[in-house]
């Protein structure tokens, strides 16, 4: 009985380690996402202009100290992030565009995969993120 539990106990640590691993991560973030698109900050700002949704995956702490005009703040580390909670506030359809602290932030290509799993169908990933945005004098809230 001994073996067993600890058994569970491997396997469950193995389980919550292979879920968070891709937002974890260390070194730079994916480059792209299979069914997103990489955007730079002037696609970005065309696609802010057009009505686009952001969503803002950073830490609490980051998102009041700027952030995309309008932009949704979901942590994509939370139970928050889920396909009932994104639909209540976008269209499956609709452009979506996750970002995050740049190329060693993990979360904003987590959210990307996440929504293109959930089934979003015009989704943005903007890889180089708030920073970019912010170096490149767009406006901030």
Request: charged share 20%; with cysteine; net charge positive.
């Amino acid at each position: 009985m001994a073996f067993k539990h600890k058994l569970v106990t491997v396997i469950g640590g193995m389980l919550v380690l292979a879920s968070s691993a891709p937002i974890a991560g260390k070194g730079p973030s994916a480059e792209s996402i299979e069914g997103a698109k990489t955007i730079t900050a002037p696609e970005a700002k065309a696609l802010w202009k057009q009505g686009a949704t952001f969503i803002d995956t950073r830490k609490t702490s980051d998102w009041e100290a700027g952030r995309v005009p309008g932009a949704l703040h979901l942590n994509v580390k939370k139970l928050e992030f889920n396909k009932a909670t994104i639909l209540s506030k976008i269209a499956i359809n609709d452009p979506v565009i996750s970002y995050c602290n740049a190329e060693k932030c993990h979360r904003a290509s987590a959210a990307a995969k996440k929504l293109v799993g959930f089934g979003f169908t015009n989704v943005y990933y903007f890889r180089k993120g708030f920073p970019a945005w912010k170096n490149a004098s767009y406006p901030y809230e």
